[in-house]
């Protein structure tokens, strides 16, 4: 399956990665508005089609009348771990796909963006990490490795995000895609990855199917990785509602006491332009 379309790819094309701090030589240092990719010109090439209109030298122009592109040396590069929660309770409400497809469009302006890249699938306290994948052509391997596995089994996400390979080269930007729907949602994993000074991104998928069930009344509610069933009565929507609010504050108080960026994402939402620009607004992309 294609995880977006033409489309949404031409509203992600002129956008990069964006990171908002960098890890140097594991001292936590940190520097602001760095950008994973080109940062020291190079050279000039004739321009060919589908080149950025942004990497035109108009001055170059001006003077040949010919059509060129800066080309930049890349610096230390930047490492990019997606790492993608795929326990049973991500099933529920179009969170799994919404999460895939998220992770494919940010790994996607990452390669082009000169960053090295990979995948990981948590569940049950275990990661499958794949192979680290760069450029254009580590695009389909990107998406291939996101749809390795349906979502099953319980969530111990610090356990799994110990797993995670660790980078001596230049910054790491982690992004973390889950529903946080178990007492193990990864924050203590989260807060050593940021005394590290690696640049955290949470990415928090919310279903209206979550809260919905809760209205219906004439169903029986059950968690999907305890098994525990709840029947459901008048005060259950309000319960339900008042759960979520509480999540997403206690996530925004966590992100913003150690500078990690927290986006909150309704799974049902269609990926478009309204999604490229809250991507933007969040600073995960630029």
Avoid: C
């Avoid at 020291?40 to 592109?69: C, K, N, Q």
């Avoid at 790491?172 to 994993?189: N, P």
Wanted: net charge neutral; proline share 2%.
């Amino acid at each position: 399956m294609t995880l977006l379309d033409d489309a949404a790819l031409r509203a992600l094309a002129r956008l990069e990665i964006g990171v908002s701090r960098r890890r140097t030589g594991g001292d936590g240092g940190r520097s602001a508005g760095r950008r994973g990719g080109r940062v020291e010109f190079a050279e000039h090439r004739a321009y060919a089609p589908g080149d950025d209109v942004r990497m035109i030298d108009w001055s170059a122009h001006a003077r040949t009348g010919r059509l060129f592109v800066k080309e930049f040396e890349a610096d230390e590069g930047l490492d990019v771990a997606i790492v993608l929660d795929t326990s049973a309770s991500m099933a529920s409400g179009g969170k799994l796909l919404a999460a895939q497809r998220l992770a494919y469009a940010l790994g996607w302006v990452a390669l082009r963006s000169g960053a090295r890249v990979r995948v990981a699938l948590a569940k049950g306290g275990g990661l499958a990490v794949s192979d680290e994948v760069s450029g254009a052509a580590g695009a389909a391997a990107l998406g291939d490795s996101l749809q390795r596995e349906g979502a099953v089994g319980g969530t111990r996400l610090s356990e799994s995000l110990s797993k995670l390979p660790a980078t001596s080269r230049g910054a790491r930007l982690v992004v973390l895609l889950s529903d946080f729907l178990a007492d193990d949602d990864g924050r203590r994993a989260l807060a050593v990855f940021a005394e590290r000074g690696d640049d955290i991104v949470i990415v928090h998928l919310r279903s209206n199917q979550d809260l919905d069930a809760a209205d219906a009344g004439d169903v029986v509610l059950e968690d999907a990785e305890t098994g525990e069933q709840i029947a459901p009565d008048a005060a259950a929507p309000d319960r339900a509602r008042r759960f979520a609010v509480r999540q997403e504050e206690a996530w925004r108080e966590f992100a913003a006491k150690r500078r990690l960026r927290y986006v909150p994402v309704d799974a049902s939402a269609r990926f478009d332009v309204a999604m490229v620009r809250m991507l933007r607004a969040s600073g995960v992309v630029a």
